[in-house]
């Protein structure tokens, strides 16, 4: 669970209030959850290999999970140094840059060892994410949203000026010369799979939300029914543009017009932005609603307890799940029905996994590395 120091202004004076949103945590197991199935169904060879509502409805999850998994991280930013943000206390905030400093050094080289195994991997970008946003704790609100603006619509841009498909061999999904210095930093900062640009604003719209009092329901309802109407309105307007250009007489190919103003994760463009960042924010609020609603229920424990330990989960579902698969020899050629099941059955077992290990310790294991190395063990 996320442990949030709050402070309330009264009478000039700050008090501290400090609970648990239990919420969040049930939100990123959500999002690993999404993520253990898009990668299943990815590595089968599954996406378009069952019927078609199935294929429509797993395609929802391709890059919302990952978008969703991010911006919690930018909560978790903002609930962090929220004291040191409202009291404005210099001292406070570089003791938490210092923090995730670290914490995004730990992840960046945990990502880079694990990318060998996992291609795919968002846990070095997430690194990169959370080094940036370390000098940006201090910084309003409203200037947090200039810059996710910006960062949306300088990536799009720059797809027009820079060659997006160079080191890419696309019918393996490999990313050629990872491990040279010109294909390390457009891998990480233009073309890899959650590049810097724009990624970064998802997990600046996290730190905005973080600020948000998202214990009241009237800011929950806010959030959640903007969050609809954003991924809503995205979709719509995407499916408008490609039926439009694909009707109309241009040189451009249909695969080109839905990299352009379709809503993949590849290229991030715009319109898959926003629907990316309105389902976060939908997934997030209905969470915390959740659980507070349900809080006391026997069924909420074990699933914000795979929260909890979604860093390890994330590894496990690669290194344990598909690598058990692989043994047994179902990845590739598969059926999106296995696909679902199978990433349906290793959520089941990650869940159960999480909420017995928290009975005898209080982190992951992964989890628990990582504060004990960044000095956060204590």
Known sequence: MIEIEEIHLEAGKYFLLSERII???????????????????????????????????????????????????????????????????????????????????????????????????????????????????????????????????????????????????????????????????????????????????FLLLGMILGRQDMRLPAVQRRIFVWGVAAAIAAEFISGLLVRTLLSAAIPLEKATIIALVGTGPMPPMPLYMLAGAGTACAVIAASIAIGQRYDESFWIRPLVAAGQLALTLYVGHVVVG????????????????????????????????AYFWQKWFARGPLESLLRTLTGMGK
């Open 23 to 201: 919420g969040y945590d049930i939100a990123r197991a959500l999002a690993v959850f999404g993520m253990v199935m898009v990668n299943f169904k990815t590595v089968m060879g599954a996406a378009g290999n069952g019927p078609d509502w199935l294929v429509t409805a797993a395609g929802l999850l391709d890059g919302r999970a990952a978008a969703t998994f991010v911006v919690l991280a930018g909560a978790g930013i903002s609930l962090l140094t929220r004291q040191g943000y409202m009291q404005d206390d210099h001292d406070l905030l570089v003791q938490n840059r210092r923090t995730l400093l670290k914490r995004a050094f730990f992840l960046f080289v945990i990502g880079l060892l694990y990318t060998p195994v996992w291609p795919a991997d968002i846990l070095h970008f997430y690194g990169v994410y959370i080094a940036l946003a370390a000098f940006l704790l201090a910084t309003s609100s409203r200037r947090l949203w200039v810059y996710t603006c910006s960062l949306v619509l300088t990536f799009a841009v720059m797809l027009l000026v820079f060659d997006y498909e160079k080191f890419w061999d696309w019918n393996t999904l490999t990313y050629e010369r990872f491990w040279t210095i010109e294909g390390m930093v457009r891998h990480l900062f233009f073309n890899g799979f959650h590049p810097v640009l724009p990624w970064l604003a």
């Open 322 to 353: 598909l690598g058990l698969l692989e043994v047994l020899g179902y990845l590739g050629n598969q059926t999106l029905q296995f696909a679902v099941l199978t990433s349906i059955l290793f959520c089941m077992a990650g869940v159960t996994f």
